[in-house]
């Protein structure tokens, strides 16, 4: 598929989607809302296709949210149905996605990275939830996802002041996994990218499903008692990789996984 503010690369395993509007800090138009839906679409439809990274064109922005000045010229965005950026509530996506932020991550943005699994952040990195100093609140996950991510008292200094913190900073709090320098940002992505392709995809699905829904239940006792029932455990313990993994550990010899 064509894209007109995107690009979208597969390559061994890897889908990488980078939002391609440097000019306007990767600012999200509706077009690319769209744009974006489609392409989460096809990595997730995609067997061969088992980890995504969500990135921004150019050296200045992952993403700075919403084109506002798109929005006041007439540009009202309408959302696809996974919601902002075609993905904060695609709440069934159980395949690894990783957000390698270089540059300024605000507002959308930032709602953008904090639903991704894992953030990456380059030294010159800075996020923030900002709407409020416009006059809106940050209404694509953001809240409730810093909330559950980093504890309440520190999520609401960050969402009461609408301030920026750095990578190091959001490192700190617990967002970021890791912060590197702006030239290492690449590698350290295809490090971790490494690390997780060794692993069997069935494995490493279900391991992010149970702890999703995991999240979603009274209590640990219930979690733990009810983690049999997902469909993803299920479906692992069914699979070709639950067997091909003893079977290469028992003969001294690398797994050869089938993802199913």
Known sequence: MDYEFI?????????????????????????????LQAAFDAFAADPAQLICVVTGIGQKAFCAGSDLKAAVAGDIP????????????RF????????????????????????CDIIIASDNASFGLPEPRVGVIALAGGIHRIVR????????????????VTAQQGFDLGFVNE???????QAAVDRYCRRIL????????????VAMRGLDEPDLATAIR?????????????????????????????PVWRGR
Do not use: W
């Not at 049999?228 to 003969?251: H, Q, V």
């Open 7 to 35: 690009k979208v690369e597969a390559k061994a395993g890897v889908t990488t989607i980078a939002l391609n509007r440097p000019e306007v800090m990767n600012a999200i138009n509706s077009t690319m809302h769209h744009e």
């Open 226 to 254: 009810n983690q049999a029932d997902y469909p993803g455990f299920r479906t692992m313990l069914a699979s070709e990789d639950i067997k091909e993994g003893p079977k290469a550990f028992a003969e001294k010899r690398t």
């Open 92 to 115: 069934d996506l159980f395949k690894p996605v990783i957000a390698a932020v270089n540059g300024v991550c605000l507002g959308g943005g930032f709602e953008f990275a904090l639903a």
């Open 198 to 209: 060794i692993n069997s995809p069935v494995a490493i699905r279900t391991t992010k499903e």
């Open 78 to 89: 309408t959302y696809p149905k996974n919601g902002y950026a075609g993905f904060i509530e």
């Open 149 to 164: 991510q980093i504890g309440m008292k520190r999520a609401m200094g960050l969402l009461l002041t609408s301030e920026r």
């Open 179 to 185: 912060v590197v320098a702006q030239s290492e940002l």
